[in-house]
């Protein structure tokens, strides 16, 4: 039995019309698709439903298999758990670069933890902080009022000329505390891609779960700001050595001095002072 857990609101609310692909890839095998935003109890789902013989495919983008993960963090899974992207940025199937569906187990152990108000979370991409969180806050008010797809690089550009105000902030990575003026932002990686094949950390790979990596776009007016933010979905902004630094370690905190929305692989914390990411 493979068991298909789709997400129907992924990819702008077309995950369930895209999660039925795979009828034409498993033609012969039995398929069982299931709504996972309905399964309250995984463990009762794997321990009653599941068996080292079945597969499940989680169908969704980068915030399914976010919920997932952390859903499912004290089990341990018995069979193989594949992923099928069809979410609306993609980022860790970009980032993997894999045939789907692909195997995803030995991904999604050792995760990094991100602590936000108290609470822990692991992350599979990673933490946006700033104008990225900002974006995500937007287009969860702009998704609850229309079904139109959200266009997050619109809003990231009207947020630097209009509405996004930068701030102070203070970054200590491994006990080296790194202070900056005027930072749009601060996103803490465990991957190469978030917000939809933005590369803010260029030289950070998976692969290496040593380290985490912080970019900082800081110092800058916003004409300037924008005249360089969209060289970051080719990674090219971190030439700019003025305006923005990037520092790797195995504990990073992040502090601002003013509220701002988080994201964590594109799930939205609204009215956030601080973070701090570790590896496993």
Same mark, same amino acid.
């Given at each position: 039995?493979?068991?298909?857990?789709?997400?129907?609101?992924?990819?702008?609310?077309? *995950?369930?019309?895209?999660?039925?692909?795979?009828?034409? @890839?498993?033609?012969?095998?039995?398929?069982?698709?299931? #709504?996972?935003?309905?399964?309250?109890?995984? &463990?009762?789902?794997?321990? &009653?439903?599941?068996?080292?013989?079945?597969?499940?495919?989680?169908? *969704? *983008? &980068?915030?399914? @298999?976010?919920?997932?993960?952390?859903?499912?963090?004290?089990?341990?899974?018995?069979?193989?758990?594949?992923?099928?992207?069809?979410?609306?940025?993609?980022?860790?199937?970009?980032?993997?670069?894999?045939?789907?569906?692909?195997?995803?187990?030995?991904?999604?152990?050792?995760?990094?933890?991100?602590?936000? $108000?108290?609470?822990?979370?692991?992350?599979?991409?990673?933490?946006?902080?700033?104008?990225?969180?900002?974006?995500?806050?937007?287009?969860?008010?702009?998704?609850?009022?229309?079904?139109?797809?959200?266009?997050?690089?619109?809003?990231?550009?009207?947020?630097?000329?209009?509405?996004?105000?930068?701030? $102070?902030?203070?970054?200590?990575? &491994?006990?080296?505390?790194?202070?900056?003026?005027?930072?749009?932002?601060?996103?803490?990686?465990?991957?190469?891609?978030?917000?939809?094949?933005?590369?803010?950390?260029?030289?950070?790979?998976?692969?290496?779960?040593?380290?985490?990596?912080?970019?900082?776009?800081?110092?800058?007016?916003?004409?300037?700001?924008?005249?360089?933010?969209?060289?970051?979905?080719?990674?090219?902004?971190?030439?700019? $050595?003025?305006?923005?630094?990037?520092?790797?370690? $195995?504990?990073?905190?992040?502090?601002?001095?003013?509220?701002?929305?988080?994201?964590?692989?594109?799930?939205?914390?609204? #009215?956030?002072?601080?973070?701090?990411?570790?590896?496993?």
């Amino acid at each position: 039995m493979i068991y298909i857990l789709y997400n129907p609101q992924a990819g702008n609310n077309t *995950g369930y019309e895209k999660s039925k692909e795979l009828d034409n @890839l498993y033609k012969n095998e039995t398929l069982e698709y299931m #709504n996972i935003t309905e399964i309250n109890e995984y &463990d009762a789902f794997f321990s &009653d439903k599941v068996n080292e013989n079945d597969s499940v495919i989680i169908a *969704g *983008g &980068d915030g399914t @298999l976010n919920r997932f993960i952390n859903n499912t963090e004290s089990l341990t899974y018995p069979c193989t758990i594949y992923y099928y992207p069809v979410g609306s940025g993609n980022d860790f199937a970009r980032d993997v670069d894999k045939e789907k569906p692909f195997p995803v187990n030995e991904y999604i152990e050792n995760l990094p933890i991100v602590e936000v $108000k108290g609470k822990k979370y692991r992350f599979i991409n990673g933490v946006g902080y700033g104008i990225d969180g900002y974006c995500c806050e937007v287009g969860d008010s702009l998704r609850g009022k229309s079904e139109k797809p959200i266009n997050y690089t619109s809003i990231a550009i009207k947020g630097l000329l209009f509405h996004y105000k930068p701030t $102070k902030a203070t970054i200590t990575v &491994d006990g080296v505390k790194h202070t900056y003026e005027k930072v749009w932002l601060a996103p803490t990686m465990h991957g190469r891609f978030y917000g939809g094949g933005m590369l803010p950390t260029p030289g950070q790979t998976r692969d290496e779960n040593d380290k985490l990596s912080v970019m900082v776009m800081y110092g800058k007016g916003k004409i300037k700001t924008l005249m360089v933010f969209p060289s970051i979905f080719k990674g090219e902004h971190v030439k700019h $050595k003025d305006m923005v630094e990037v520092l790797s370690g $195995k504990r990073i905190k992040v502090e601002f001095d003013k509220p701002t929305a988080l994201q964590i692989d594109g799930e939205t914390i609204l #009215n956030v002072t601080s973070y701090t990411a570790t590896v496993a």
